[in-house]
């Protein structure tokens, strides 16, 4: 459902961009998901579907706002711009914080200086200056481009970064369904059914684990191994997944249980 999802607006924006006449075309799509959901191989396939070219932008190795414009100015037509882990690359969540905490005066704080003065030195690029370039880059110059930012933690981003007209599309990479591991089980096994099928679908349903997990499972490590083998193995892994589940649900009952004990003595010796 998700590839057919992205197909058609990939499809439609090709199409679409025939009928634009001196306007620049473009489009963005936020991929977030746990990691192993499979962001990059999902660009990789929608590069090789519109034989675009990929331009993976590492924004730590920018030194400032004037580099980041010459980076993307510089990119070709029909091309995918890439930011990877948009939350880790830089420290783009917590901008408009930092300015707030910026007025506060430091010239009585040498230490909170110096370190004010470390961290300007070693990146320039900023929150404001990423979303006008971006933006400036579609109004000003090319045709065909697509960006796409991933991350593992889409409610870190701030929401000017990923709000609608920079990207277009957010799309949810999530745990493995059934759906994705018939897929994978027909890739790698060359599998349409199975008498495991049914067990593993119901197991899906009620243990979370990624795609490359799944894919890792079934995988053959050596020639002996035939499909079914693998298909023991998925099992097996989707059992210890559950019962590792099982057991976090059960310490963080026992956690807090401990902590209201906690609270609760505190509280009589106070009224003691």
Known sequence: MLHKILFTSIVSF???????????????????GPPGTGKSSMIAAMANLLDYDIYDLELT??????????????????????????DCSLDLTGQRKKKKED????????IRKKEK?????????????????????????????????????????DPALIRRGRM?????MSYCCFETFKVLAKNYLDLESHDLFATIDRML????????????????KSAEED?????????????NAKEEARLKVVESEDNGGQKVQECDESSDSEDD
């Open 14 to 32: 090709c199409v679409l961009n025939s009928f634009k006449v001196g306007k620049s075309w473009k489009r963005g799509y936020l991929l977030y």
């Open 61 to 86: 190795s920018v030194n400032d706002n004037t580099d980041l414009r010459k980076l993307l100015i510089d990119t070709s037509s029909k091309s995918i711009i890439v930011i990877e882990d948009i």
């Open 103 to 110: 007025k506060k005066p430091d010239q009585k704080d040498p």
């Open 117 to 157: 003065d470390k961290n300007k030195k070693k990146t320039e690029v900023t929150l404001s200056g990423l979303l006008n370039f971006i933006d400036g880059l579609w109004s000003a110059c090319g045709s065909e481009r697509l960006i796409i930012f991933t991350t593992n933690h889409v409610e870190k981003l």
């Open 168 to 172: 277009d599309k957010h799309i949810e």
């Open 205 to 220: 349903e009620e243990t979370r684990m990624t795609p490359a997990d799944v894919a890792e499972c079934l995988m053959p």
């Open 227 to 239: 499909a079914e083998s693998c298909l023991n193995e998925l099992i097996k892994s989707l059992e």
